[in-house]
């Protein structure tokens, strides 16, 4: 009887070093998820700020040449993000579609906790860019995209830019 208490306990014991291996697992999956989708957004607004630069025409929504973005970039398939470029020098990038991860704290951090980076907030005239830290700067308006481009989402990733 002795011997059945001892491996149901050996056995839940297992089972939960078992359990607990995976969970760890699974939070550093997402923390790797997070950094990569993160530098690759960042990656990807150096090549357009690249483009900008270089093509004062540049409309929206601007089609950059793999030349322009910083080595290492890896276009994702399917495209996660998308740019408007502004005559004023306004540049907006923004993830077409919902990312596999909350990349939004870690895109705040790589712009300073800037007003520039963050959440989408469609629900005010004009949207804006809510950020993941509660400063006391005024949130920033987002400029309305033209009527051929699909508008933008709430929720989503957003980091403004300008020309140099």
């Given at each position: 009887?002795?011997?059945?208490?001892?491996?149901?306990?050996?056995?839940?014991?297992?089972?939960?070093?078992?359990?607990?291996?995976?969970?760890?697992?699974?939070?550093?999956?997402?923390?790797?998820?997070?950094?990569?989708?993160?530098?690759?957004?960042?990656?990807y607004?150096?090549?357009?700020?690249?483009?900008?630069?270089?093509?004062?025409?540049?409309?929206?929504?601007?089609?950059?040449?793999?030349?322009?973005?910083?080595?290492?970039?890896?276009?994702?398939?399917?495209?996660?993000?998308?740019?408007?470029?502004?005559?004023?020098?306004?540049?907006?990038?923004?993830?077409?579609?919902?990312?596999?991860?909350?990349?939004?704290?870690?895109?705040?951090?790589?712009?300073?906790?800037?007003?520039?980076?963050g959440?989408?907030?469609?629900?005010?005239?004009?949207?804006?860019?809510?950020?993941?830290?509660h400063?006391?700067?005024?949130?920033?308006?987002?400029?309305?995209?033209?009527?051929?481009?699909?508008?933008?989402?709430?929720?989503?990733?957003?980091?403004?830019?300008?020309?140099?």
């Amino acid at each position: 009887m002795w011997i059945a208490v001892i491996i149901a306990m050996i056995g839940s014991l297992i089972g939960f070093a078992a359990m607990s291996s995976q969970v760890e697992l699974a939070r550093a999956g997402d923390k790797s998820q997070v950094t990569a989708l993160s530098e690759n957004m960042t990656s990807y607004r150096a090549g357009v700020i690249n483009f900008a630069n270089a093509n004062p025409g540049a409309a929206c929504p601007a089609a950059v040449p793999a030349a322009d973005f910083p080595t290492g970039y890896v276009a994702l398939n399917p495209p996660l993000w998308s740019n408007c470029i502004w005559a004023d020098g306004t540049i907006v990038v923004y993830a077409t579609r919902m990312p596999e991860a909350d990349i939004i704290d870690a895109i705040s951090q790589m712009a300073s906790r800037s007003v520039t980076a963050g959440r989408i907030n469609t629900n005010t005239i004009p949207s804006q860019i809510e950020t993941s830290f509660h400063g006391t700067d005024a949130p920033a308006a987002l400029p309305a995209l033209p009527a051929s481009i699909t508008p933008y989402q709430n929720g989503r990733p957003v980091w403004l830019a300008h020309r140099d």
